[in-house]
């Protein structure tokens, strides 16, 4: 993983900790509390998702680069 991905995922790591924690800890009943986690969890689901799909477009685009550099070396050493 790069270091931008690490930073990323260490991010929403401590975003959803410290949610959890802020959420486990208000003075809220039960039913508040699983509702209010509930939403969390959505909306970080959410913001993984769209990640994810960033995530694995760039890497498709890097893989096409990669495969459009070898090609053109493969050519240039009159390799088919």
């Known amino acids: ?3 931008k991905s690490n930073t990323l995922m260490a991010f929403f790591a401590g975003a959803a900790a410290g ?3 802020g ?3 208000a003075p809220d009943n039960g039913k508040k509390t699983r509702q209010k986690l509930a939403t969390q969890a959505d909306s970080l689901g959410s913001e993984v998702a769209t990640q994810w799909k960033s995530g ?5 685009k890097l893989a096409d680069q990669a495969v459009h550099e070898v090609e ?3 050519k240039k050493l009159g390799v088919n």
């Open 72 to 74: 053109r070396y493969g």
């Open 1 to 3: 993983m790069s270091k």
């Open 56 to 60: 694995t477009k760039q890497v498709r």
């Open 23 to 25: 959420l486990l800890l």
């Open 19 to 21: 949610t959890l924690a």
